[in-house]
């Protein structure tokens, strides 16, 4: 894998935006049914999270969970882990399935989060490139190559299925291994966003950044599929702001009132 390392400043906030809080045990937000998700063999996810870390499982903690409704093709899992016993809880691990259902990506960097610590995390996936490198940014800058890489093949991804999407936590599993922390938003493109494009939205700061026109180093406005700005929509937490022909708002799962938090990175 190539790994590109950028400079990193300090992201700037315009103001504190809402947040959606979740327990770790059975709160998600979830799409209402399985759809075109747009994303095939090149794709970026990014969020911003926040985490008690002494409160996460040592199993898994699901931030992101993209799945078929039968099967395992074209499935994205993003998680907060705790690894192995003499790690510190805090990791972030990634599973991806190629079109076939077999899982051809397994990738996990120990040790990244700073408790009770707003991070933002990206995810970029290059399947058309011959490296077909998946790589990981914390904060604006590359995370560096995987601490443990369980599986890191080669694999095509496409848009033959329909998909869910839950955030959260998910369904898959019992028990829920749900995220107990904020999540400010989530959003996702069709290409691999270059490292200046992810440094620019980071340095833009989360609430003041629009992910739907091009500015600065950022140019992939019309290659953004879904964002989900959570919280920030009084009546509609999971609504979806992208640019996708298809979008879905995502709705929630054992939450109220009480989980829109007003706080966001700063």
Same mark, same amino acid.
Do not use: C
């Given at each position: 894998?190539?790994?590109?390392?950028?400079?990193?400043?300090?992201?700037?906030?315009?103001?504190?935006?809402?947040?959606?809080?979740?327990?770790?045990?059975?709160?998600?937000?979830?799409?209402?049914?399985?759809?075109?998700?747009?994303?095939?063999?090149?794709?970026?996810?990014?969020?911003?999270?926040?985490?008690?870390?002494?409160?996460?499982?040592?199993?898994?903690?699901?931030?992101?969970?993209?799945?078929?409704?039968?099967?395992?093709?074209?499935?994205?899992?993003?998680?907060?882990?705790?690894?192995?016993?003499?790690?510190?809880?805090?990791?972030?691990?990634?599973?991806?399935?190629?079109?076939?259902?077999?899982?051809?990506?397994?990738?996990?960097?120990?040790?990244?989060?700073?408790?009770?610590?707003?991070?933002?995390?990206?995810?970029?996936?290059?399947?058309?490139?011959?490296?077909?490198?998946?790589?990981?940014?914390?904060? =604006? @800058?590359? %995370?560096?190559?995987?601490?443990?890489? +369980?599986?890191?093949?080669?694999?095509?991804? &496409?848009? *033959?299925? $329909?998909?869910?999407?839950?955030?959260?936590?998910?369904?898959?599993?019992?028990?829920?291994?749900?995220?107990?922390?904020?999540?400010?938003?989530?959003?996702?493109?069709?290409?691999?966003?270059?490292?200046?494009?992810?440094?620019?939205?980071?340095?833009?700061?989360?609430?003041?950044?629009?992910?739907?026109?091009?500015?600065?180093?950022?140019?992939?406005?019309?290659?953004?599929?879904?964002?989900?700005?959570? =919280? @920030?929509? %009084?009546?509609?937490?999971?609504?979806? +702001?992208?640019?996708?022909?298809?979008?879905? &708002?995502? *709705?929630? $799962?054992?939450?109220?009132?009480?989980?829109?938090?007003?706080?966001?990175?700063?």
């Amino acid at each position: 894998m190539s790994w590109l390392i950028t400079d990193l400043s300090s992201p700037i906030s315009i103001s504190i935006p809402y947040s959606l809080e979740f327990n770790g045990t059975d709160e998600r937000m979830i799409s209402s049914a399985v759809f075109d998700v747009g994303n095939a063999n090149q794709w970026t996810i990014m969020g911003w999270i926040k985490t008690d870390v002494a409160a996460l499982s040592d199993v898994a903690n699901f931030l992101y969970w993209q799945f078929p409704s039968a099967g395992s093709n074209n499935s994205i899992q993003i998680a907060v882990v705790d690894p192995f016993a003499e790690q510190t809880k805090g990791g972030l691990s990634i599973l991806t399935a190629k079109s076939n259902g077999s899982a051809f990506k397994e990738l996990s960097w120990y040790d990244r989060l700073t408790d009770d610590t707003w991070a933002q995390y990206v995810y970029t996936y290059d399947g058309a490139s011959g490296g077909d490198p998946l790589v990981l940014y914390l904060d =604006g @800058a590359s %995370a560096g190559a995987p601490d443990a890489a +369980t599986k890191d093949g080669i694999g095509t991804m &496409d848009n *033959t299925d $329909t998909r869910d999407i839950q955030l959260g936590g998910v369904t898959l599993h019992s028990p829920n291994y749900g995220f107990p922390g904020l999540v400010h938003q989530t959003a996702m493109w069709s290409v691999p966003l270059t490292a200046s494009e992810i440094l620019a939205i980071y340095n833009g700061g989360s609430a003041g950044f629009d992910l739907t026109a091009n500015s600065g180093n950022y140019s992939s406005s019309s290659n953004l599929l879904h964002w989900w700005q959570l =919280g @920030a929509n %009084a009546s509609n937490w999971g609504e979806d +702001t992208g640019s996708h022909s298809t979008l879905k &708002d995502l *709705t929630a $799962t054992n939450m109220d009132a009480s989980n829109r938090i007003e706080e966001g990175p700063i």
